[in-house]
């Protein structure tokens, strides 16, 4: 597929580019049970908060120009995967290609397997390749884990809010700093679906970062508060007895209110039939 042209790019900047006003810094990170949740240190992407943020949804993280950019580039490259894109700017377009990311896909594996390209596509393939054959293998795959920790919460807070580097309890029982805490995972609130939680974010996530640069990662949504905690360095469990593959439709989900509606639960206990 043909690489995204300049003159694309800033189709999809362009509505992004007046200036917004800035916001205040959280002042803590939220209570969260255990070790493995206690942040231990904060990085943000964007510019200094130095103003009041306003409520509302997808969270209270301000994005800044940079962060606009990586938000036009990686719709940029699922527009590719998908073949379509929305005519709606910024966030809400992306939601929209993700969508019909999830329309396309004949299974849940196949919509995965997209979603694995999109990510690769994001990456030099060299930088891969080296990153998993040289640094991966170092320290049993523990300076890498602590490596990608960082540059998560350092590089997407434009998709997914307000994040913050936390530890984690490897294994073989040692702490790690490679987690990252999502306080309010924006792309989950917007997109209201377990479904495109589940096979768009978390399976292919936790597969490309495994099959593509050899560290283990395992996701636990929070489907009540929207949070979200990536254990970088610990494998997932087999998807029969991953917790979040057996949690009922989202309440916010329009689908889920539709059938619920039309005195429909969807699939069994009234699991979200896309996942």
Known sequence: MATPTTS????YLLPAL????PRTSSS???SVQGPSRRPTSRLYCSSPPVGAPPSGKGGEYRPSLADDFLLAFFRAKMVEEVGWDSQKPGYEGLIEVANRLMIKGKSASETEQSAV???QALFPPLLLVLFKALLAPIANGQLASMMVARATALSCQWLMGTCSVNSVTLPNGKSL???VFVEKCKYLEESKCLGICINTCKLPTQTFFKDHMGVDLYMEPNFEDYSCQFNFGVPPPPI???KALKEPCLDICTNARRRRELGSSGGPDGLCPQV
């Not at 007046?18 to 006003?21: D, G, K, T, Y």
Request: glycine share 4%.
């Open 8 to 11: 694309r790019l800033h189709h």
């Open 18 to 21: 007046p200036s917004r006003p």
């Open 28 to 30: 803590s990170a939220p």
């Open 117 to 119: 390209r999109v990510l």
């Open 177 to 179: 700093s490679s987690g």
């Open 240 to 242: 029969d007895t991953d």
